[in-house]
């Protein structure tokens, strides 16, 4: 178990729980979050004895309500905030990850919160999850990778649609759009991503590395390229063995 304020971090068997742990602020995504988050994911990233890692809220109420709205626009000039995002690309990391990762989530998952859920390769959702991106009405945009994430999972129009209006959206509307794979009673939530996680951790890891990384990486090119990087994955995978 790590000893970090804004997240509880720790493995059990091949597997990392990430614990967003700010329940009294409905787990609002603030400047220390970040900095903590940016150390688990390389963590998990670096760490062999992680297979799989499964994020989730803690709390009852929420997976994450946004960013910390009393830190809104506290940042320093807006070059000095480009300066710290190139020298270290959290978003850019959470998506480069190439072990699996599954979002549970509860409650409210706005923001900063679904754009984490978006950097995780399987999102399961309680019946009580409300998704929405507010960042528009509060006079921003997404920041974490949102407005590329979600027209990727869900199509441009239904993702425009969803941040342009506003509009807050339930689990099982979410569940219709693909956002989410899944949804579960509350009791129900974290035993099925962690039976899913342990059905995952017990593949081949090399294999199981390769083939996120052949669709992941493979959305962003064209088939042709696509088929050659699955070849090239392919090829390496054999040569393994
Ligand atoms: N940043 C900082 N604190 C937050 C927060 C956020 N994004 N979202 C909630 N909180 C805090 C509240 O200030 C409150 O703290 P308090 O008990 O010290 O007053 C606590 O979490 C509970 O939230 P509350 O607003 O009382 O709960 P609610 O059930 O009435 O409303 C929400 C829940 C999610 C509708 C409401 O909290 C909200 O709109 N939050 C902001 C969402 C948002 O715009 N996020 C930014 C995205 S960029």
């Known amino acids: 178990m790590s000893e970090f304020e804004t997240i509880i971090y720790h493995k059990q068997n091949d597997i990392a729980y990430v614990t967003l ?27 062999p004895g ?6 989730r809220g803690a709390g009852e109420r929420a997976f994450c309500a946004g960013a910390d709205l009393t830190e ?27 072990k699996p990762l599954i979002a549970a989530l509860h409650g409210y998952v706005l923001g900063s919160g679904i754009e984490i859920a978006l950097c995780c390769d399987i999102r399961l959702a309680s019946e009580d999850a409300q998704f929405g991106l507010p960042e528009p009405g509060l006079g921003i945009i997404p920041a974490a990778g949102g407005s590329q994430t979600l027209p990727r999972v869900i199509g441009g129009a239904k993702a425009l649609e969803i941040l342009l209006s506003g509009r807050w959206i339930k689990a099982d509307e979410a569940h219709c759009l693909r956002l989410v ?7 129900e939530l974290l035993p099925q991503a962690e039976r899913l996680a342990r059905r995952i951790a017990g593949f081949e890891p090399v294999a199981v590395s390769y083939a996120k990384q052949a669709m992941v990486r493979g959305l962003d090119l064209s088939l042709e390229q696509g088929l050659e990087l699955e070849a090239k994955l392919a090829d390496f995978i054999i040569r393994l063995h």
Do not use: C
């Open 72 to 98: 809104f626009l506290t940042a320093p000039s807006p070059i000095i905030a480009r300066q710290a995002r190139w020298e270290r690309d959290i978003w850019g990391l959470f998506l480069s990850l190439t």
């Open 181 to 187: 794979n899944r949804v579960v009673p509350r009791k």
């Open 50 to 55: 992680v297979r799989v890692a499964i994020f």
């Open 21 to 47: 742990n700010r329940p009294h602020a409905l787990n609002a995504y603030n400047l220390k979050m970040r900095d903590e988050l940016y150390q688990v994911l390389g963590a998990i990233k670096d760490d």
